[in-house]
């Protein structure tokens, strides 16, 4: 063939720890059924302050920490407060347009101000998008080159 073949990694022997991690949450949670009503996350605990969290910002709707097991020089994570059925981005209800664009643009506003010479945004969405929390949460990276396509 004229054009590179590519070869997608479909043997659990490729699949990172984080991957791994996740493929087994998104399987526990079943989000084709759950909304998550009942099922607190570890983002609650941050939330409340029950666990201590590297906080960067934090407004009425919008709560932004530093990741623990950070994939870049800068790893922060911007997440609603109320969580109300966001449980992955793929939940998302027509009345919560407002708050997404509300969470994109923190995101914005905490990436320039952080990577001034650029950053990435990231939603994982589901078992295949390596989801392991469901909490609805923006994953703002930068500090390094970024690499193209995303693994
Ligand atoms: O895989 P997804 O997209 O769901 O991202 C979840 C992210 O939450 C991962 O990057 C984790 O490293 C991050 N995470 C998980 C915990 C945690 C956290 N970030 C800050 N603080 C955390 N605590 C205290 N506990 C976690 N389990």
């Given at each position: 063939?004229?054009?590179?073949?590519?070869?997608?990694?479909?043997?659990?022997?490729?699949m990172?720890?984080?991957?791994?991690?996740?493929?087994?949450?998104?399987?526990?949670?079943?989000l084709?059924?759950?909304?998550?009503?009942?099922?607190?996350?570890?983002?609650?605990?941050?939330?409340?302050?029950?666990?201590p969290?590297?906080?960067?910002?934090?407004?009425?709707?919008?709560?932004?920490?530093?990741?623990?097991?950070?994939?870049?020089?800068?790893?922060?994570?911007?997440?609603?407060?109320?969580?109300?059925?966001?449980?992955?981005?793929?939940?998302?209800?027509?009345?919560?347009?407002?708050?997404?664009g509300?969470?994109?643009?923190?995101?914005?506003?905490?990436?320039?101000?952080?990577?001034?010479?650029?950053?990435?945004?990231?939603?994982?969405?589901?078992?295949?998008?390596?989801?392991?929390?469901?909490h609805?949460?923006?994953?703002?990276?930068?500090?390094?080159?970024?690499?193209?396509?995303?693994?």
């Amino acid at each position: 063939p004229q054009f590179p073949i590519r070869l997608f990694a479909s043997d659990s022997s490729e699949m990172s720890d984080e991957v791994a991690k996740a493929k087994e949450a998104a399987k526990a949670f079943d989000l084709s059924s759950s909304d998550g009503a009942g099922s607190d996350t570890v983002f609650d605990k941050l939330l409340s302050g029950e666990w201590p969290s590297d906080k960067v910002y934090e407004d009425d709707k919008a709560f932004a920490f530093r990741d623990v097991s950070p994939q870049a020089p800068v790893h922060i994570l911007v997440i609603p407060k109320k969580r109300d059925g966001l449980v992955s981005l793929s939940k998302a209800r027509e009345d919560q347009k407002e708050l997404l664009g509300h969470l994109i643009y923190v995101a914005q506003e905490i990436g320039k101000k952080e990577c001034p010479k650029g950053f990435r945004l990231v939603i994982n969405d589901g078992e295949e998008g390596a989801q392991s929390v469901f909490h609805l949460h923006i994953h703002i990276l930068g500090g390094r080159q970024m690499n193209w396509p995303p693994g």
